[in-house]
């Protein structure tokens, strides 16, 4: 599969490095813009349909400050705490993920080759994603490393396999243009992978809200999630 090194780099916890959530309890508004607006190329969101709460997340830079790829939220903020019976049932949200399409190019700082980056990429962002907000209620937190190593490392694999027979494809628009995107839904909710006309790969993942619905588009200001 063609990556940024795994996007950027990966964490020998199997997650791309920058990419783990901010503490539990961590609400959006103390996420700053500032990553957003130093990214060379355009954020993508829910488009106008979407009439819900939208937040920021996170950017990962590479080792010379360059934005590679980054997250935007809408809906309930996703919980992962398995105490809270049920939570998972009531959450309504979608994460879209932003990655450059980019082909093989020298790192910042002139030392070695970055792979390139495609849909693949952007599909193993969001599958990692959404592990991120996933545990099991049943699970103690000394087994959950375990697990999330597993289940990440799958998620990498289906990634490598767009083509395979756990995705089907499906048309969603992007900036109002009909834009094939890979599906695939598992028992901790969908992800969704494909390309934007504007050389920016797209990913996308969620619980409770319907892909089949959502539409995408450019985020003209940025600071409007923060």
Avoid: C, K
Wanted: charged content about 20%; cysteine-free; overall charge negative.
């Amino acid at each position: 599969m063609e990556t940024t090194s795994r996007v950027a780099g990966q964490s020998a916890q199997g997650a791309p490095d920058g990419t783990q959530p901010p503490p539990e309890g961590v609400p959006a508004s103390r996420r700053t813009v500032d990553g957003y607006l130093r990214a060379p190329f355009p954020w993508y969101g829910l488009d106008e349909a979407f009439t819900g709460p939208r937040w920021l997340m996170q950017v990962t830079a590479a080792a010379d400050g360059t934005v590679q790829h980054g997250s935007t939220g809408h809906g309930d903020e996703p919980s992962i705490r398995p105490e809270v019976t049920g939570a998972a049932d009531r959450e309504r949200f979608a994460v879209v993920v932003s990655i450059p399409a980019n082909p093989v190019r020298r790192s910042g700082d002139g030392t070695g080759i970055l792979e390139a980056t495609s849909v693949s990429s952007a599909a193993w962002l969001a599958g990692s994603g959404l592990l991120s907000f996933t545990w099991p209620a049943q699970m103690d937190h000394v087994l959950r490393g375990d697990w999330l190593d597993q289940q990440t490392e799958t998620a990498w694999e289906l990634a490598d396999d767009l083509e395979g027979p756990h995705w089907t494809t499906l048309s969603l628009p992007v900036d109002g243009v009909p834009t094939p995107f890979h599906y695939r839904e598992s028992e901790f909710g969908w992800v969704l992978a494909g390309s934007a006309g504007s050389g920016v790969h797209l990913g996308a993942y969620g619980r409770g809200l319907s892909a089949y619905g959502l539409g995408f588009s450019v985020i003209e200001d940025i600071a409007s999630y923060a």
